[in-house]
């Protein structure tokens, strides 16, 4: 599936690192998501990107966004890493790897020859305004690249 700025952001209902149920429709009409799909839990890139939004949640909050990070790790070991890196935010478990599928954020094989992982998230950062449509769009095809803090809160300003 190919998403393009201005379509509706298909909803998702996934469990979290806590096991709650937290779907993309709770948030329509009360505030921003960003969502940010990212590789693998305990790795360094992820745990940069992660950590950077956690320490950076106030200006996300000023701005009136949430924030769900989604991977297709359990949400057992999403749990353990959440708590040690003391993530503000949902860490949701894609595990049947449809959500990143829907949104167009998913290696068929991580890292060929290398790993040859199949069915792993990319590294990806989207923004669903209250209406429930998609304002922003990054999708990475390189997992050791960031997604542009600085291009999300600017659109996230302007909402």
């Given at each position: 599936?190919?998403?393009?700025?201005?379509?509706?952001a298909?909803?998702?209902?996934?469990?979290?690192?806590?096991l709650?149920?937290i779907?993309?429709?709770q948030?329509?009409?009360?505030?921003n998501?960003?969502?940010?799909?990212?590789?693998f839990?305990?790795?360094?890139t992820?745990?940069?990107?992660?950590c950077?939004?956690r320490?950076g949640m106030?200006?996300?909050?000023?701005?009136?966004?949430?924030?769900?990070a989604?991977?297709v790790?359990?949400?057992?070991?999403?749990?353990?890493?959440?708590?040690?890196?003391?993530?503000n935010?949902?860490?949701?478990?894609?595990?049947?790897?449809?959500?990143c599928?829907?949104?167009?954020?998913?290696y068929?094989?991580f890292?060929?020859?290398?790993?040859?992982y199949?069915g792993?998230?990319?590294?990806?950062?989207?923004?669903?305004?209250k209406?429930g449509?998609?304002?922003?769009?990054?999708?990475?095809?390189?997992?050791?690249k960031?997604?542009?803090?600085?291009?999300?809160?600017?659109?996230l300003?302007?909402?």
């Amino acid at each position: 599936m190919s998403l393009k700025l201005g379509d509706a952001a298909p909803n998702f209902n996934l469990k979290s690192h806590t096991l709650e149920d937290i779907s993309l429709s709770q948030f329509k009409n009360k505030s921003n998501v960003i969502i940010l799909f990212f590789p693998f839990v305990n790795t360094a890139t992820c745990e940069k990107e992660l950590c950077t939004i956690r320490d950076g949640m106030a200006k996300y909050n000023d701005l009136n966004a949430e924030v769900l990070a989604i991977s297709v790790d359990s949400p057992f070991s999403q749990k353990l890493w959440a708590e040690k890196n003391r993530f503000n935010f949902p860490v949701l478990s894609d595990f049947n790897k449809e959500v990143c599928q829907n949104y167009g954020a998913y290696y068929d094989v991580f890292a060929p020859g290398k790993f040859d992982y199949k069915g792993v998230a990319k590294r990806s950062a989207f923004i669903v305004n209250k209406a429930g449509i998609i304002k922003y769009i990054e999708i990475l095809e390189d997992p050791s690249k960031e997604p542009d803090y600085e291009a999300i809160q600017k659109v996230l300003s302007d909402l």
